[in-house]
Structures are given as structure tokens and as C-alpha cells.
């Protein structure tokens, strides 16, 4: 199949899941281009990004300017580098005056459809992120992407629980012009559902990873310290606060305990605040954004990873899946979670670590003094861990299923 992958940005490093599925689809041997609205310049290049090179695949939106001469000269420009795949009939249906809106503006709907004017059409047109294909499903709604069929993967941000109201018009036309819309766990997809969407498009599908590269490494050496881990963006939702409490509880109870904090956002400062007022500093470190091979090896030498989300009190977000908590279990962390949001549904609660009610820090106290004390059952819980990702959430496990909601529209 010819796949075309439409992003509001790339690279971007929180995005790995996105990676995965792209290099999971050449590698089962499918035309991938990648469409992307924004470059991201300031961010580390995973590995996969390189080895598998991705920016040589990428296609950058062009921004319209102002001057009615520039946009004349981008037009100029595109069809002078793209004369020999261009659609020349695309290309005038795009640009002919009587084509145009008169609220529109001068080359507008040339702009629009840029990446669209090649001889050869895609088969799929996945958009991640329900504003980016909110773009795409205006251009079929218009009649310029008549044959591909649209796909749209939800993850988060896109289906805001204070804002379902609004979703019932915003994504209206998203939902009429998408053949199928994913979802990344059952809390996501009761969110979806709270809006006016044909449930008989809504289609399950994690986000993956690569659990090869999530592999635990062989650690020898004995250690007094146990090291417990969180990882996401410092914010509200994903409770770092919480984490740091809980440390100073176990560690008021002297337990031998570190707490790792990797991540960055507005939380940093206040974070640093708790960390002083507690004399924290030797048992709670903050790394800050680091990259995903840093992680990794973060992840190798710790025992036990925390995330004790919950949900924001001014919008009620929460955790819609926390890929994060599958790359842990695929590493044999034991994972401690909370009943917020979609976590819950990303282990096997009381097998590969344990699910804590919501805010319950007298609840995540008790099972992580449970983890601490019993070496065995955190290798148990790793093992176990590690099968269940490998069987459930593996970029080409879930390549294949992608494949399979593919086929079913073509």
C-alpha cells in the first residue's frame, strides 16, 4: 500500500509510538511517506529516526505568505522541482479562479493541497492527532482527495474531557470523512463516544513499542538502594507530586529508597520547592527531558516505576494510556499506577504491578513497601511484565492489526 502519515509536527522525541509504526510499515514492505505541517529543529534524533532514515521521507507543508508575488513564486517553485510527478490536472483544479471561494484567498486551496498534486495518489492518508485531520477531511470534503481513504488515531490532547461539548461540532466533519478512527485504550474510546461519532468506525489500537529495543539488560551487581522511577511531562495530570510525597513517606518510614524523575514542565519549580522544604536532595533527583536511549539505561538500573496520575481538577484530563508504562514492563519494572484514566487497562493488575486508587498515597505506600521488601516478587512481576507487552503492545503485532483495519476499507 502507499501510506501517507500526516503529523502536526516531526521529529518529535515524546512521539515514539508514531516512529514505531511508520518503521514498522516499511518494514513490512509498504510505500510510507510522512506529511509534516512543522519541522522540529530543536529536538535529539532517536535512533530508529537515523538508521531508518526518516527525514529524508518527510514532506514539509509550505506556510502561505502574505504576498500574493511569494505565494506566485512557491507555486513556481514546487512545480519546477515536481515537473515529472505532478498532475497537471490537480494541479489547475487547485488554481483556477472560478474553482476559488471568494472568501478565499489568492492560491488558498493550491496551498491546502500541495502535498496532494502527484500523478500517483495514496491509498491511506493517516492522520495522527484529530487536528491534523481535521485538515485533511476539509480537502475531501472539497473533493480534492476523492480516492484515498482517511484514517484518524486519537491519543490524548485531541479528546479533552471539558471540552466534549464542542467536539459534537469541531469534529464533525472529521468523523464524516474518516473511514475509521483508533483509539489508544477504553478510557479514550468512552471519551470519543461521549461525542457524536458512528461507534461502528472506532477501532482499538495502543500505541506500540519496539520491545527489542526495550530490553533489560543483564545487571549484576548488588545494591542496597532501591531505585523507583517516573517518567513523563511534569504536569498536573501525571502527578510528579505525588511521586515525591510518596518517597518522603517511605523514606520517613527509612526505607533505603531513591526517587528518579525524568521529565520536564511547568511542575519543575514547584517540584524543586517540595525537594528543599524536605531536605530531599539525596533521595530525590530531578533529570529533567533527556533522550530515549538515556532512559533506557535509567530504566536498566532501576527496581520498581511509579506514575500516580490523576485527573486534572479545571478539565478532568487524565492518562488516556501511558505508553511509558508499557516501555517499563517491557524492561521488567514491577509498575504501580493508579486507577485514573486509561492506565489501568496497560498491565494486569496484582501480576505485573498493581493498580492504586486515585490520590490513595497511603495505598501506593503499602504497595511499594510490598515491592521493597520482596526481590522476588519485583523479578516476577518484571518477567511477567515483559511477556505481556511483548504479546500485546509490539510495534509489529499492532502493525499487523493496522494492517488488517487497512484492508478492510480498500
Given at each position: ?169 469541531l469534529y464533525e466533519q472529521l468523523y464524516k470523512e474518516s473511514s475509521f478512527l483508533t483509539y489508544n ?226
Open positions: 500500500m502507499k501510506i501517507a502519515f500526516v503529523l502536526n509536527m516531526f521529529p518529535v522525541t515524546t512521539e515514539t509510538f508514531i516512529v514505531n509504526q511508520i518503521v514498522d510499515m516499511i518494514k513490512k514492505g509498504h510505500d510510507v511517506s510522512i506529511l509534516a505541517y512543522k519541522r522540529n529543529r530543536e529536538q535529539v534524533l532517536h535512533k530508529t529516526i537515523v538508521e531508518y532514515n526518516l527525514l529524508d521521507r518527510v514532506t514539509y507543508h509550505g506556510v502561505m505568505p502574505e504576498s500574493k508575488f511569494v505565494r506566485l513564486g512557491f507555486l513556481a517553485n514546487l512545480i519546477r522541482k515536481n515537473i515529472s510527478t505532478i498532475s497537471l490536472v490537480k494541479l489547475w483544479r487547485t488554481i483556477r479562479p472560478f474553482r476559488t471561494k471568494k472568501d478565499d484567498a489568492f492560491l488558498g486551496q493550491f496551498f491546502r493541497n500541495q502535498w496532494f498534486l502527484n500523478a500517483k495518489s495514496f491509498d491511506i492518508i493517516h492522520c495522527h492527532f484529530a487536528n491534523s485531520g481535521l485538515r485533511i477531511a476539509q480537502l475531501k470534503q472539497e473533493g480534492f482527495l476523492e480516492d484515498p481513504k482517511q484514517v484518524v488515531s486519537f491519543h490524548g490532547y485531541d479528546i479533552d474531557p471539558g471540552k466534549i461539548k464542542k467536539y459534537n461540532t485504550s477504553i478510557y479514550t474510546k468512552k471519551l470519543i463516544e461521549q461525542t457524536d461519532v458512528n461507534p461502528a468506525k472506532l477501532r482499538l489500537l495502543p500505541e506500540s513499542i519496539d520491545t527489542n529495543f526495550f530490553t533489560k539488560p543483564e545487571v549484576n551487581s548488588k545494591k542496597d538502594v532501591i531505585q523507583i522511577v517516573f517518567c513523563g511531562r511534569l504536569v498536573e495530570f501525571k502527578a510528579p507530586d505525588l511521586a515525591v510525597e510518596i518517597a518522603r513517606r517511605l523514606l520517613d518510614k527509612n526505607y533505603n529508597i531513591k526517587l528518579v524523575l525524568i521529565g520536564e514542565g511547568p511542575y519543575r519549580g514547584p517540584l524543586e520547592d517540595i525537594i528543599q522544604k524536605h531536605s530531599l536532595h539525596k533521595s530525590v533527583e530531578l533529570r529533567g527531558a533527556i533522550s530515549q536511549q538515556a532512559i533506557i539505561d535509567e530504566f536498566a538500573v532501576s527496581d520498581i516505576f511509579l506514575l500516580p496520575g490523576v485527573h486534572e481538577v479545571e478539565t478532568g484530563r487524565a492518562e488516556n494510556q501511558g505508553l511509558v508504562i508499557q516501555e517499563a514492563q517491557s524492561m521488567e519494572l514491577p509498575v504501580v499506577v493508579s486507577t485514573a484514566g486509561g492506565m489501568k487497562n496497560g498491565l494486569v493488575d496484582g501480576e505485573t504491578g498493581f493498580v492504586v486508587t486515585e490520590k490513595d498515597i497511603d495505598g501506593f505506600v503499602e504497595r511499594l513497601i510490598e515491592l521493597i521488601e520482596d526481590e522476588g516478587l519485583r523479578k516476577e512481576m518484571g518477567k511477567k511484565g515483559r511477556a505481556y507487552v511483548v504479546e500485546n503492545y509490539n510495534s509489529s503485532y499492532l502493525g499487523d492489526m493496522l494492517v488488517n483495519y487497512y484492508k478492510e476499507v480498500l
